[in-house]
């Protein structure tokens, strides 16, 4: 079970680094810089490019062709996650450093910052590329106790937008286990 | 797994490991099948153990830590047909989560055989719109654990905004945030209470 599963999983998965090079010269694609290097092998690593999305509009045209539309202006979606728990203290002193820097530079291209916390071992960056009246990214680095993650949102979209399509997925978060 | 299925309800996690490892011998596999058809509970754990062992398969392949089936019981699951009246005098999501299960343990049956091939069709066994549509779903998975860390990243900042602002300021500023990202401070699941 678990070889054919794993199979079919191989078979129908397209690469993620495929789905990175599609979006590389898309206005609101952000470099996150050599973060393997920093934090090890990623615990999740997601890039669902144009192509994907599009297929995924496609397929749910029937379902809710408002949030299809929604979709087909979405050009990218791309995560990592890392396990930091177990980590020292000088780990977590780097990755704050390379979150200062990718900020900086962010704000160099004319990113805007939207959120900054800074708490004693977490920080929490939240940046939207805007262009006119449209958002052409929205980038989320996180940096916690037990883990960082770096989230890189593309297209052309709104935040209500945004909403209607996570709203488009079943997702729980569980209070007291992030607490 | 040979030999008689589990004698009672509450015994049979290690029928459901055995049944999704193809391991579950067919007297067994018949019983849990049967069993399933009148318990919900057990059916629903059916669908819950293959789901998880499904999201594990498929994140094994992008190195998932060994921790990663607690963050896989708090994201995207189907939403579940809701119990909305009762039919036939049993409860819908009992009658859905039956048929759920007897699906999942006839194709667990099915996957775990020998694949035969007739050497007439030899490549026919998918056509473009079938992948296509496969890929679609493995996108929509991949993009629900995505929205899933930003919906957490939000939260995440709502709960620093309250601790730092009173009441009265940090509505308004999470306010004034969600016109630029959802969900600031406020989980979707919340939300949509």
Do not use: C
Request: hydrophobic share 45%; charged share 25%; proline share 5%.
């Amino acid at each position: 079970m678990r070889i054919v599963l794993m199979l079919l999983t191989a078979l129908l998965a397209t690469p993620a680094w495929a789905q990175e090079d599609a979006m590389k010269n898309l206005p609101g694609y952000v470099d996150f810089g050599q973060l393997n290097a920093l934090f090890g092998e990623p615990s999740v690593e997601i890039a669902v490019g144009p192509t994907l999305l599009g297929l995924v509009a496609s397929f749910s045209a029937d379902e809710d062709p408002e949030v299809a539309e929604i979709f087909k202006r979405l050009d990218g979606v791309r995560i990592k996650v890392f396990e930091t728990s177990g980590t020292d203290a000088g780990i977590n002193a780097s990755a704050f450093d390379h979150i200062g820097k990718i900020s900086s530079s962010l704000s160099a291209m004319g990113w805007e910052s939207v959120v900054k916390v800074t708490e004693p071992g977490e920080q929490v960056r939240i940046f939207m590329k805007i262009n006119g009246d449209l958002v052409e990214g929205i980038t989320v680095m996180a940096i916690e106790q037990d883990e960082a993650a770096f989230i890189n949102v593309i297209g052309n979209l709104n935040p209500a937008e945004l909403e209607k399509v996570m709203d488009n997925f079943e997702i729980e978060i569980d209070h007291a286990a992030d607490d | 797994m040979t030999g008689q299925g589990p004698s009672k309800t509450g015994d049979y996690e290690a029928a459901i490991n055995a049944l999704l490892d193809g391991e579950l011998d067919q007297a067994a596999t018949a019983e849990l099948k049967a069993r399933a058809a009148e318990d919900s509970q057990l059916s629903q754990a059916i669908i819950d153990a293959w789901q998880l062992q499904r999201g594990l398969d498929q994140l094994q392949l992008e190195r998932a830590p060994d921790g990663l089936g607690r963050r896989l019981r708090r994201i995207p699951r189907q939403q579940r047909a809701a119990s909305r009246g009762p039919v036939f005098g049993l409860p819908r999501q009992a009658l859905v989560t039956g048929a759920l299960a007897m699906t999942l343990v006839a194709g667990v049956i099915v996957l775990t055989q020998p694949v035969i091939r007739s050497p007439a069709a030899p490549q026919q066994a998918e056509n473009q719109s079938g992948t296509d549509q496969a890929r679609a779903e493995q996108a929509r998975r991949d993009l629900a654990i995505a929205f899933f860390y930003l919906d957490k990243a939000g939260l995440r900042v709502g709960q620093r905004i309250n601790e730092a602002l009173q009441q009265e300021v940090a509505e308004p500023v999470k306010d004034t945030l969600n016109q630029h990202l959802p969900y600031i401070g406020l989980s979707r699941k919340e939300k949509h209470a």
